[in-house]
């Protein structure tokens, strides 16, 4: 792939992996606060980072999360 196509495609690769953090970080925090403990924000951005390269590996699915539904 062309370097040109990279960094093309960079800009909405960023804001889609802030967007799945933001998701992450929220729906660990809701179920940690159901249950009186807290989240650690860089714990979570290095796990669904390790995560999704272990699954580019083996050519898996990325990891990503979705929130509960409201209640």
């Known amino acids: 792939m062309p370097i ?8 909405s690769a960023v804001g889609i992996a802030l967007v ?3 998701d992450a ?4 925090r809701g179920f940690a606060g159901r ?3 807290t989240v650690d924000a ?3 951005l290095v796990s669904l980072g390790g995560l999704n390269l272990t ?3 083996f050519q898996s699915f ?3 999360s ?3 539904a409201p209640r």
């Open 4 to 11: 040109g196509d990279l960094l093309v495609l960079l800009p």
């Open 20 to 22: 799945a953090f933001a």
């Open 25 to 28: 970080i929220l729906t660990a």
């Open 35 to 37: 249950h009186h403990r």
């Open 42 to 44: 860089n714990q979570e």
């Open 55 to 57: 699954a580019g590996f």
């Open 62 to 64: 990325p990891v990503g």
């Open 66 to 68: 979705s929130g509960p």
